[in-house]
């Protein structure tokens, strides 16, 4: 059983600085992409960042030149380092892994982290 475990959400002032960790346990055979989404109250689910196996990264319009994605490929773990955050940040981020499982099947896998809230005060 893949699980993702995510850390590093809390309560911050508009201008300061969160990293969030996310590390992936169980048998993976191959991770393909990594990545947050967040969710603000009454919103639907929005992609925040992406980074591929060879760290080819993709981000939001909004978070561009503030948010940086990373990966430790050899302990299955992705950070967001969140800079000169803003009170419209605000919401529950959550960590994405789209790989495959073990042989002889390469089952594919889509996990999701249980999410971890982020609160951006004015």
């Known amino acids: 059983q893949v699980q993702l475990v995510e850390s590093g959400g809390g309560l911050v002032q508009a201008g300061g600085s969160l990293r969030l960790s996310c590390a992936a346990s169980g048998t993976i055979f191959r991770i393909i992409t990594m990545g947050w989404y967040r969710q603000a109250p009454g919103k639907q689910r929005e992609l925040v960042t992406t980074?591929?196996?060879?760290?080819?990264?993709n981000y939001e319009d909004s978070v561009k030149g503030r948010f940086t994605i990373s990966r430790d490929n050899a302990n299955n773990t992705v950070y967001l380092q969140m800079n000169s955050l803003k009170p419209e940040d605000t919401a529950v981020y959550y960590c994405y892994l789209r790989g495959s499982g073990p042989p002889p099947l390469y089952r594919t896998l889509e996990i999701w982290g249980q999410g971890t809230l982020v609160t951006v005060s004015s």
């Open positions: 980074i591929s196996s060879k760290n080819i990264t």
